[in-house]
């Protein structure tokens, strides 16, 4: 297994949710996540129990998801509440439902059965709603297992060859990496020999596969004015081999690159640079667990090899925890 | 196995064969239907069994199924006649021929080794050639199990939603299900609040995918004349997830309703809506069996599951004849 | 196991590497052919140690491949030599390299590791630079087991009805099959009824997928001048179930038809009739091998049935070979 259940995960932006539901499946479950009148954002397992339509296909009516297969109403509960054609509700009706929240123009929905769902440890992205900033924002999905697409962030040398866009072959690059509590970090630091110009990027991962960049980039031989810059890359597993990742790219609104500029750069670096190498990676290592093919090991994977450890007993935990819970249940006599 | 073997299957229409043979494969095995030039249908294993070519690749030449491979010719019967080439034809080579049957504009096949294929037993579906009537007919592709869109069909409570076309949803719904021998039957009533408008929907199950339509339009509080419209869907599985759908629809030589309009309209409600529901609980279905999902049956399900039960024993004891007759082949001395 | 591993396979016609390196999968292995500034050529598992990116994705700076995604380079022997970026480069990864040759404009390329890569093996078609002949090229590729391809190519007798073109049919046909060392021949003559016109066609495999066509064409009653020509058809199989095929066609210097002529004729010939025929083939066969299927044989048969007999045998005695290899690096201690 290579998921963590008892997780938040990015399902979408918030501004995708004003065209209507968003339907992804996150883990191999179909989800449909919307806002209610009041405001609220609910999920639903998008599989009406009674003949597992998709309730995506249907509709939304007053604040109830209707199936448009046979007519069942469910509230953000998942309990059955209603019929649109002139036959009984049945109450023993049930679906389930997610915890879902919105923060930082992220909508965040919880796939886990065992823990609570504690808003607290999701991540931030404040530069999101900052006035400071400008954002641009953008959805990717790639034919690889996640875990490729964090490997590929938290080695952040592979801009120098694979985004030409950066021009860095010719910096003098550094770099180190170290833990925040459950977070993994790296600093990469690029110089250009004559030191006129200097990037630092710093990432930080925050599990499953939440990644935060900082950018400063540092001119003129330090004598002009820092720029700051900030991209969140935040990935969910659709399936073992595909993936949802949302990114964002943060810039002063003083800016002179325009949205467009930006993101017609990002649609390049992420999806024809990006996107293209972890499907070839995937395609090279076909079923293979990354660490089952014995890759050579440089010095620059220390982030992603840290990343990777946490990562895994996270994985082991939750699988612990899951199982436990499982014998529990079949263990317990039916009218406990 | 959800395939009953030993049974007819709608295979095609009569006049999709003035193109040429029909080349489809039913419960996984290709076949391939042609007219003999004595105007009798004859079906064929649509694979040589010299080199396993596609008999339907070829061409018919005298009445024979001429390889275009290597030149092998067939009879009807699946006997090697002949070899275009100027070489001795194998008479050991020996193919697969399937009882077909041509009623009421549909192909029939019989797709099973075990149990005589009496063409008494075919359901009828004489207004395709009633004057009375005016016919149109189509060809549907879904994928997903055949036993899918068999539950679709007995529930035609769906026709309120998912068929906007129909305007029943202000409709007050009634429903009944009952069994005629092997058959299931279910009515679906509709009548508007004011009692202008009435609709009586009668449909007839035939295993294992048969399904006659009757619809009773009764206008004007019952007392302008009475419109009877008749509609076939006929399913034959493909492969355990996909399924050929032959539809019809006949009305009065004297409705107003024009061929291509009929047409369009049963293309927007089997292609863009049937088909594409079916697909989408296919997906949420996996490859999981219906009733291993726990669905939550509700009381129109009630023909749903009468077909159910009855195709799920059927299907059983066509297992049981099989097995029955593959020990006995088995067991059999080889001279005997 | 349908691969024989310690064999030399055609990867591509050497004209191709003018646009740059050839990259694809042979026996389910990436590789990546490339020339080197000395004119040698070499060939490397397309699949970087250190994180398992395509080599192919990437660039060859100096004879060094350098992989685009962290800019590790490797020389010819597979061997790390360099690091694009400014970092070490790790001494201990290594690539796979294979053997590579050239010869008569097809490159050769040794999937083994059990055996010697004898070049003095390597079937030779001495007519593509032979100045008596103009040669045109192709390749196909076809989602079919290379070996219903060598069936193909061993029966000519299925020239007359599936190639039209060759206009054979009323030709009086006889052929006769025999074998030098491990190659198969087989020979094929046809005459017109009256004798004026006479082709008699030879095919000779080599193993695994190697047929070299030499064809004479003898008009006029055997008075006026004999036409020989010739015809490369060499498969190698990606995967189990897809191949790629290169072929060409040697005519005289002299021969009336154009280039372009006999490109498109090969077209229809190879892309339109036998591939589509195949691929009919592997789709009729599903998984299973050719003989569990028992196929009635004919006379016409004989060469393929040679060839088939002699490539299981050298597949059983490859995968001996590398079984015994593999239980002796098992068995050999660490440090010897």
Redesign the interface.
Request: with cysteine; aromatic share 10%.
């Given at each position: 297994m290579t998921y963590i259940y008892n997780a938040w995960y990015p399902a979408g932006w918030v501004h995708e949710l004003e065209k209507g539901p968003i339907a992804r499946k996150f883990l191999d479950i179909?989800v449909m996540i919307y806002r209610l009148s009041t405001g609220v954002l609910a999920a639903l397992h998008?599989?009406c129990?009674?003949?597992?339509?998709?309730f995506s296909?249907?509709t939304i009516v007053e604040d109830k998801v209707?199936?448009?297969?046979?007519?069942?109403e469910f509230d953000s509960a998942g309990r059955?509440v209603g019929?649109?054609?002139?036959?009984?509700a049945?109450k023993?009706?049930k679906v389930r439902s997610f915890p879902v929240f919105e923060q930082d123009n992220v909508v965040w929905i919880w796939m886990g059965e065992e823990e609570p769902a504690d808003t607290s440890t999701i991540p931030r992205y404040a530069y999101h709603n900052d006035p400071k900033y400008r954002c641009v924002y953008g959805n990717n999905y790639t034919k690889a297992d996640y875990r490729l697409l964090c490997?590929n962030l938290m080695?952040l040398?592979?801009i120098?060859?694979?985004h030409p866009v950066f021009d860095a072959?010719h910096r003098?690059?550094s770099f180190k990496s170290w833990e925040e509590g459950d977070d993994v970090l790296a600093s990469y630091s690029a110089v250009e020999p004559h030191e006129e110009y200097h990037t630092i990027n710093t990432i930080r991962w925050a599990a499953p596969g939440n990644h935060d960049l900082e950018m400063h980039i540092i001119p003129d031989f330090g004598k002009g004015p820092v720029i700051q810059e900030w991209s969140a890359n935040l990935l969910t597993p659709e399936t073992k081999y595909t993936s949802h990742y949302l990114w964002s790219v943060a810039v002063s609104v003083d800016s002179p690159e325009t949205d467009e500029q930006i993101y017609d750069r990002m649609i390049q670096v992420v999806d024809r640079e990006d996107s293209?190498?972890i499907e070839?990676?995937q395609?090279?290592?076909g079923e293979a667990d990354?660490f089952d093919?014995d890759?050579?090991?440089?010095?620059?994977?220390a982030a992603g090899v840290r990343m990777r450890r946490k990562l895994a007993a996270m994985v082991e935990k939750d699988a612990a925890r899951r199982a436990a819970r499982a014998a529990s249940r079949e263990a317990a006599p039916v009218s406990a």
């Open positions: 179909p998008d599989r129990p009674h003949r597992f339509a998709p296909y249907g209707r199936c448009i297969y046979h007519g069942l059955c019929n649109a054609l002139c036959f009984a049945p023993v009706a490997d080695d040398t592979h120098v060859l694979l072959l003098k690059q293209w190498m070839g990676v395609d090279r290592m990354l093919l890759p050579v090991l440089i010095a620059t994977d």
